[in-house]
């Protein structure tokens, strides 16, 4: 098997991580990976906010799990009353990708350029998780003024689109949930 389906079909939702940071030269070609995506007319109507101060992490994963709590579905605010529950999975580094709405198509190619990331990481060794809570606390005034308060900031317009904690793992790889075959139709 090439490198590139063994990267793809070994990255998994990382849910446990080290303290220790992800280091420059690794970020730097994360970065390089989600820049390369496709998107829409070649918009790159994307911009990479990445957060590793521990103070501001640890504030923004407060608010977020304040939104599990707050969230009206069940299995979200049972998660978050789970006595040691991180919604980051104590991950040192969280990258929001904000996009411009008026692009054509900024969800899919903020959606894009976060999966180039998440199996960059994975083939460097890291860690990653898609982080729902973060849209979730975005998409409400109240969240919306939090963001503001921690200062964290997008290019004007922009909105967040996507999530991802990244690390070290903590636990071994995780193993690979149920993956569904039954999903293709080939017409010929
Ligand atoms: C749109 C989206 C939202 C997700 N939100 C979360 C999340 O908030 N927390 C989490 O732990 N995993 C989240 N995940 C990860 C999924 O749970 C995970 O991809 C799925 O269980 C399959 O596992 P795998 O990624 O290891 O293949 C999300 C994934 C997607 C695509």
Redesign the pocket.
């Known amino acids: 098997m090439n490198e590139t389906i063994s990267t793809i079909l070994k990255?998994?939702?990382v849910?446990a991580y080290r303290p220790d940071p992800v280091g420059q030269p690794e970020l730097d070609l994360m970065l390089e990976a989600a820049r390369h995506a496709p998107s829409a007319m070649n918009q790159q109507p994307w911009h990479f906010t990445v957060i590793r101060n521990p103070e501001l992490l640890r504030q923004l994963e407060e608010h977020c799990r304040g939104a599990f709590l707050d969230s009206k579905v069940e299995a979200l605010r049972e998660i978050a009353r789970q006595e040691g529950f991180s919604v980051f999975y104590h991950a040192p580094m969280l990258v929001i990708i904000s996009g411009d709405p008026s692009a054509l198509a900024a969800q899919y190619d903020c959606t894009l350029a976060t999966e180039n990331m998440l199996l960059a990481a994975t083939s460097l060794g890291i860690g990653s998780?898609?982080?729902?809570?973060v849209m979730m606390l975005h998409a409400t005034e109240k969240g919306k003024a939090i963001f503001r308060e921690l200062g964290i900031a997008f290019p004007e317009g922009y909105r967040p689109y996507a999530a991802a904690a990244f690390g070290y793992p903590a636990e071994p790889w995780?193993e690979?949930?149920p993956k569904n075959a039954d999903c293709v139709t080939i017409m010929e």
């Open positions: 990255r998994r939702s849910r998780c898609w982080m729902n809570a995780p690979t949930p």
